[in-house]
């Protein structure tokens, strides 16, 4: 700012909604050591009603008692006043404001200047009149802002152009906290569990959210709205199905690491509106290798000593034509209805083909599918498939009928 006076003066305001308050009654019985002091208090309080002082009856509306913090992806809006101080008439006034955001590096320093108002020059301003201006902008960055505030006009003793600055340092903080953990399913889908925790002073209601959330009836189980106070913690969970292209091509589709963002849209206190957009989300390629088998058809519930089937695909993922020998071990609780060491169509490279077997199960409860193993007779090489799935055996009423008799 110049050393100079100026005729102009240059007042910047932050522009907050009130926040919701709740009265705390604190008291006490007379004769108890303080005595009515507490009581005396408590009936003075603003927040307090008549006859029922003791009693927390509501919330009410509290200005803010202190500078208000600024969250990432929130709106900041600002009121700036000019007026004059002088009894002469000031013309030509402009008012120019910026924000700058500043990124410390080791001991270098780069700055970027967003403009956010430029104002038409006032023709004159005279004495007690005002030039007024309000901006908003949209936090995008975190750490520290300056808003850069210039005011120019015109001095009428000698018609010389006069300017001054003033900045304002605004600190932005991180409103959410958010962790991913991604699963890859046997059957290319992704699922993907974030945990959201709330990390601002107060608390937030979370936008609409898609994800596996729900009841049966499809409800979200965090009810009509997801409220998350001071430091809780929501965890959601989504399933990523690939399209049929990617699918079909299996490098392809272990090369795709990039998952995308997670955009997260909240409002808090008496509905400021915030959003947040996390970095782009990164899995771990699975691993297929060479010969790939997976389940496709397999069902929940079987009978005990019928016959059922599953099917299974088979995928060719290397670059040459693989010819492959079925071998199926024993397994304890089922009999494999199928013939082992049973040699299978040339597979072509880069292809799939559906795969049946046939299993008799003889003890109930739950079984694993297991005991497949395929040979390549070019490499001589054993690819081992366990745990395949599960069904779970249970006993035909029929069948306990007949037995009883």
């Not at 991180?174 to 399913?185: G, Q």
């Amino acid at each position: 700012m110049d050393t100079e006076e100026h005729l102009l003066s240059l007042k910047v305001m932050r522009l907050t909604r009130p926040t919701l308050a709740s009265p705390l009654p604190v008291t006490c019985d007379s004769k108890d050591l303080p005595g009515n002091l507490l009581n005396n208090v408590l009936q003075q309080d603003p927040t307090s009603v008549e006859g029922t002082e003791t009693l927390s009856v509501g919330q009410f509306l509290l200005l803010p008692q202190s500078p208000v913090n600024i969250y990432l992806g929130e709106i900041f809006s600002s009121y700036i006043c000019v007026y004059s101080e002088t009894k002469q008439v000031v013309s030509n006034v402009t008012v120019k404001a910026s924000i700058c955001l500043y990124f410390q590096v080791d001991l270098q320093t780069s700055s970027q200047r967003l403009p956010l108002s430029m104002n038409p020059p006032t023709p004159q301003l005279g004495p007690d009149e005002t030039v007024n201006a309000v901006i908003h902008h949209e936090v995008k960055e975190i750490g520290t802002h300056i808003l850069v505030c210039e005011v120019g006009y015109q001095n009428p003793s000698n018609g010389v152009p006069m300017s001054f600055r003033k900045f304002f340092k605004i600190m932005v903080l991180k409103p959410l906290d958010v962790k991913t953990k991604f699963y890859n399913a046997e059957n290319d889908d992704v699922y993907l569990e974030a945990q959201v925790q709330n990390i601002t002073m107060g608390p937030i209601c979370l936008g609409e959210i898609t994800s596996l959330n729900v009841t049966p009836t499809g409800e979200s189980i965090f009810g009509k709205t997801t409220i998350l106070h001071p430091q809780a913690i929501c965890q959601f969970l989504y399933c990523l199905t690939p399209n049929e292209k990617l699918a079909s091509d299996l490098k392809s589709l272990s090369g795709a690491t990039n998952i995308g963002k997670l955009d997260i849209v909240w409002r808090s206190n008496l509905g400021e509106r915030g959003r947040l957009q996390t970095s782009q989300l990164q899995r771990m390629g699975p691993d297929y290798g060479d010969i790939r088998m997976s389940v496709t058809e397999l069902p929940n519930f079987v009978i005990l000593e019928d016959l059922f089937t599953f099917k299974c695909k088979l995928v060719n993922n290397c670059e040459r034509t693989v010819e492959l020998v079925v071998y199926l071990e024993n397994v304890e609780g089922l009999a494999w209805c199928d013939i082992s060491g049973r040699k299978l169509e040339p597979l072509p490279p880069l292809s799939n083909r559906i795969v049946e077997f046939k299993c008799i199960p003889l003890i109930p409860g739950l079984r694993t599918i297991s005991g497949i193993k395929l040979l390549d007779t070019f490499l001589k090489r054993t690819y081992t498939y366990d745990e395949l799935g599960q069904v779970f055996v249970i006993l035909n009423d029929s069948k306990e009928e007949s037995k009883c008799i």
